[in-house]
């Protein structure tokens, strides 16, 4: 039904902690202390993050929050 919906023009917004339903979106949006730290198709982001899923996107996002990068 979703995917019915998009295919007809119609925006979804999903939010989520899993980042395995991330996979499943066209574009999105990480956010890390209240700020985006990166917006792209999952598959553009995994390859900027030389991450093999979007959790290891997730992973290294807060990983350079943490130490302030």
Same mark, same amino acid.
Request: net charge negative.
């Given at each position: 039904?979703?995917?019915?919906?998009?295919?007809?023009?119609?925006?979804?917004?999903?939010?989520?902690?899993?980042?395995?339903?991330?996979?499943?979106?066209? #574009?999105?949006?990480?956010?890390?202390?209240?700020?985006? #730290?990166?917006?792209?198709?999952?598959? #553009?982001?995994?390859?900027?993050?030389?991450?093999?899923?979007?959790?290891?996107?997730? +992973?290294?996002?807060? +990983?350079?929050?943490?130490?302030?990068?």
């Amino acid at each position: 039904m979703i995917y019915e919906a998009a295919e007809g023009g119609t925006t979804i917004f999903i939010t989520t902690h899993y980042m395995d339903e991330a996979e499943y979106c066209s #574009r999105v949006s990480i956010m890390v202390d209240g700020e985006v #730290r990166a917006l792209d198709t999952p598959s #553009r982001l995994k390859q900027q993050f030389n991450a093999e899923s979007m959790d290891g996107v997730f +992973r290294t996002l807060a +990983r350079d929050a943490e130490r302030g990068d």
